[in-house]
């Protein structure tokens, strides 16, 4: 059975709804009315292999702030729900991915205390109608609502399209395996019997 839901929230700023299946292939269909942000969360669910549909109606004639944060909290709490009560997974997961020049570490752990340590200095205000200062936005977003630890560090990089592409992307991959399947895993793994 695919780990699977959909979450929808709606407020005076924004309608999301997203669907995230864990057990996808990369499927995606995303719409939020940024283009460039459809591009990382469409590099995020093909690398890490998730089906993932979002829906996103924002105030984008304000700016794109509402609509990115909105959709992390929803993403988040998607994640969150599709995983249940976490038995079997390997729970943490890391990954370090090169794009070109750049090179980023992504760290997870689904222990249900969120943290996020970001540490991406982009040198561009915006990449296309993204504003790069919502990129730590989103992933705080993400963390919080999901609860989990969740580190992001560029080690190397110059091209700021590089650097954002490699953070979603590595996101992806360590998220891939901290919510693997372990058959050796029995309940969750946790010396405190409860993720």
């Known amino acids: ?9 709606t407020t005076k700023e924004t309608d999301i709804e997203v669907t995230i ?7 995606t269909d995303i719409e939020t009315g940024i283009g460039f942000f459809d591009h990382m969360l469409d590099g995020f669910a093909r690398h890490g292999l ?6 996103a109606a924002g105030d984008l004639d304000v700016d794109c702030h509402h609509t990115v944060e909105d959709t992390g909290i929803v993403l988040g709490s998607a994640i969150l729900e599709a995983l ?4 079997g997974i390997k729970r943490y997961g890391n990954f370090l991915l090169p794009m070109d ?4 570490l992504c760290a997870i ?6 943290y996020l340590n970001y540490d991406a200095p982009f ?3 915006r990449i296309g109608d993204l504003d790069t200062e919502m990129v730590r936005e989103f992933f705080y977003a993400v963390s919080y609502s999901a609860k989990m630890n969740l580190h992001l560090k560029v080690l190397d990089g110059i091209n700021n399209h590089h650097i954002a592409e490699a953070i979603f992307k590595g996101f992806g991959k360590a998220l891939d395996m901290a ?5 050796r895993v029995e309940g969750t793994w946790t010396t405190k019997g409860t993720l």
């Open 101 to 104: 020049e750049t090179l980023i």
């Open 50 to 55: 998730f089906d993932l549909t979002v829906k």
């Open 1 to 9: 059975m695919d780990r699977k839901a959909t979450i929808r929230r």
């Open 109 to 114: 752990d689904l222990s249900g205390r969120p």
């Open 123 to 125: 040198t561009a205000e």
């Open 84 to 87: 249940g009560g976490k038995e």
């Open 179 to 183: 919510v693997s399947v372990d058959p």
């Open 21 to 27: 299946c864990l057990d996808g292939t990369g499927k």
